[in-house]
């Protein structure tokens, strides 16, 4: 997400760190190039014209040429403005009124509604709602069927729509449904259609009146660019929308649509898909993907990931272990495990400070099956190898391969990076001892 914009926007600033005190002219030319990256990323003109004279207007002042660090002020001001672009602070879901209260998702085919209605229906169970999944595609074939499976693997409960029913009545006798059962959301899942027409957008208002939603959601497709804008823009004139869900944004590498459409219909994003589990649906931060975009991380997003994964008393045990320094193989097995609930592994690195910089790193994206592989090779040793690497010689090397399917190279590798990190954590353990360092719980 956004690799071409923070590559351009990095080769910019490297330039300007390049220089003592910045001239108003080669602020005005770094602007330039921001302009030009931000127009090839797909930002739509006007919001791109518009950015840019909020950052000229700050940049060629006495906040910037008249201090000690001109190119570090000026990726300040960058930072601040992108994060107001893209809506200050996080948006949250209106979820007030008498209950149930109703969620209704509206988009074009393909943009992903019905996978967002279930991600959005499991994200609002882990936090104590009940939520009420409603099918009201009556066009697409097997939407009603997909949406129903999908509560299921989601653990909630779906409406029992028909086909030969009008999505009227459907969202009439859910919303009568999901009040008599107790259930406090609504989410409908609306019809798409390839493009915008009459008909469907007077479908849409209807089940709008029938069930006035405290939240009209546009779940539209982040890698469309421009004409997801234009998309959005419409179906604000005619239905008034609340926010914005960004899907698909895990294979985007521009970005623009993110960019614009908060400032062009005035409306916040609220989610971003970013991937196809269930779990891949991120509250929208504008602060902390500014950062992402300019190279700086995502901290804050990656610890919270850890905590979702990580229960209090095994990030106690941890601790412990890194503090004593006895973190054995056995403990890098059972991380390994954690660490893969948490998600992709090249979205995680992404979030942290400085990675996208390093020409090392840059590209890298770890295979799933090399983690099986890792946690096969560890399975096939005994608990007295697990607790002690260090007596693992060539003839138990060997043997782990063989028990393992995998090559002796394999198991070299195993060894070689595991003491890498056991270095590392006893260099933690120190810094523990001396209250230096404590692990995220």
Same mark, same amino acid.
């Given at each position: 997400?956004?690799?071409?914009?923070?590559?351009?926007?990095?080769?910019?600033?490297?330039?300007?760190?390049?220089?003592?005190?910045?001239? *108003?002219?080669?602020?005005?030319?770094?602007?330039?190039?921001?302009?030009? @990256?931000?127009?090839?990323?797909?930002?739509?003109?006007?919001?791109?014209?518009?950015?840019?004279?909020?950052?000229?207007?700050?940049?060629?002042?006495?906040?910037?040429?008249?201090?000690?660090?001109?190119?570090?002020?000026?990726?300040?001001?960058?930072?601040?403005?992108? $994060?107001?672009?893209?809506?200050? =602070?996080?948006?949250?879901?209106? &979820?007030?009124?008498?209950?149930?209260?109703?969620?209704?998702?509206?988009?074009?085919?393909?943009?992903?509604?019905?996978?967002?209605?279930?991600? &959005?229906?499991?994200?609002?169970?882990?936090?104590?709602?009940?939520?009420?999944?409603?099918?009201?595609?009556?066009?697409?074939?097997? @939407?009603?069927?997909?949406?129903?499976?999908?509560?299921?693997?989601?653990?909630?409960?779906?409406?029992?729509?028909?086909?030969?029913?009008?999505?009227?009545?459907?969202?009439?006798?859910?919303?009568?449904?999901?009040?008599?059962?107790?259930?406090?959301?609504?989410?409908?899942?609306?019809?798409?259609?390839?493009?915008?027409?009459?008909?469907?957008?007077?479908?849409?208002?209807?089940?709008?009146?029938?069930?006035?939603?405290?939240?009209?959601?546009?779940?539209?497709?982040?890698?469309?660019?421009?004409?997801?804008?234009?998309? @959005?823009?419409?179906?604000?004139?005619?239905?008034?929308?609340?926010?914005?869900?960004?899907?698909?944004?895990?294979?985007?590498?521009?970005?623009?649509?993110?960019?614009?459409?908060?400032?062009?219909?005035?409306?916040?994003?609220?989610?971003?898909?970013?991937?196809?589990?269930?779990?891949?649906?991120?509250?929208?931060?504008?602060?902390?993907?500014?950062?992402?975009?300019?190279?700086?991380?995502?901290?804050?997003?990656?610890?919270?990931?850890?905590?979702?994964?990580?229960?209090?008393?095994?990030?106690?045990?941890? =601790?412990?272990?890194?503090?004593?320094? $006895?973190?054995?193989?056995?403990?890098?097995?059972?991380?390994?495990?954690?660490?893969?609930?948490?998600?992709?592994?090249?979205?995680?690195?992404?979030?942290?400070?400085?990675?996208?910089?390093?020409?090392?790193?840059?590209? &890298?994206?770890?295979?799933?099956? *090399? &983690?099986?592989?890792?946690?096969?090779?560890?399975?096939?040793?005994?608990?007295? *190898?697990?607790?002690?690497?260090?007596?693992?010689?060539?003839?138990?090397?060997?043997?782990?391969?063989?028990?393992?399917?995998?090559?002796?190279?394999?198991?070299?590798?195993?060894?070689?990076?595991?003491?890498?990190?056991?270095?590392?954590?006893?260099?933690?353990?120190?810094?523990?001892?001396?209250?230096?360092?404590?692990?995220?719980?």
């Amino acid at each position: 997400m956004f690799e071409r914009l923070s590559d351009k926007l990095a080769q910019v600033f490297k330039r300007l760190k390049g220089r003592g005190k910045l001239t *108003e002219a080669e602020v005005n030319e770094a602007l330039r190039e921001v302009r030009l @990256a931000l127009l090839e990323a797909d930002v739509h003109y006007k919001v791109t014209k518009g950015f840019i004279e909020k950052v000229r207007e700050r940049a060629v002042g006495e906040e910037v040429m008249r201090s000690l660090t001109p190119a570090q002020q000026v990726i300040k001001i960058v930072h601040e403005e992108l $994060t107001e672009l893209l809506g200050g =602070e996080a948006p949250k879901l209106d &979820l007030s009124g008498r209950p149930p209260v109703a969620i209704m998702l509206v988009g074009l085919q393909g943009s992903g509604k019905t996978t967002t209605a279930a991600k &959005l229906a499991r994200r609002l169970k882990s936090q104590g709602r009940q939520p009420y999944l409603v099918p009201a595609d009556v066009q697409r074939p097997a @939407a009603i069927e997909q949406l129903q499976r999908l509560a299921a693997d989601a653990g909630v409960d779906a409406h029992r729509s028909r086909p030969q029913q009008d999505p009227i009545t459907i969202a009439h006798d859910a919303m009568e449904a999901a009040y008599s059962a107790g259930y406090d959301t609504v989410i409908l899942d609306t019809a798409g259609r390839l493009h915008i027409d009459a008909p469907l957008m007077a479908e849409l208002k209807a089940v709008k009146e029938t069930t006035q939603p405290t939240e009209i959601l546009l779940v539209a497709d982040g890698m469309t660019g421009q004409d997801a804008v234009q998309v @959005a823009q419409k179906f604000h004139d005619l239905l008034k929308l609340s926010g914005i869900i960004l899907t698909k944004m895990e294979g985007d590498a521009r970005g623009g649509a993110a960019l614009s459409m908060r400032a062009v219909i005035g409306r916040p994003i609220k989610f971003l898909g970013v991937g196809e589990k269930l779990d891949a649906l991120e509250v929208f931060h504008p602060d902390r993907l500014a950062s992402r975009i300019l190279g700086m991380g995502d901290v804050l997003s990656l610890i919270e990931k850890a905590q979702e994964s990580f229960d209090a008393e095994q990030m106690q045990a941890l =601790e412990k272990k890194i503090r004593k320094e $006895t973190f054995n193989l056995e403990d890098f097995r059972d991380q390994l495990r954690q660490i893969q609930k948490m998600g992709p592994m090249e979205q995680l690195l992404e979030m942290i400070p400085g990675f996208s910089k390093h020409k090392a790193l840059k590209g &890298l994206k770890p295979d799933p099956k *090399e &983690l099986t592989k890792v946690e096969a090779i560890i399975n096939s040793m005994t608990p007295t *190898e697990r607790a002690n690497y260090q007596i693992i010689n060539g003839s138990r090397r060997r043997r782990i391969a063989r028990g393992s399917g995998t090559s002796v190279e394999d198991v070299n590798r195993l060894l070689k990076n595991f003491a890498l990190t056991q270095k590392m954590m006893k260099q933690m353990g120190k810094l523990g001892k001396r209250g230096r360092f404590a692990l995220p719980g």
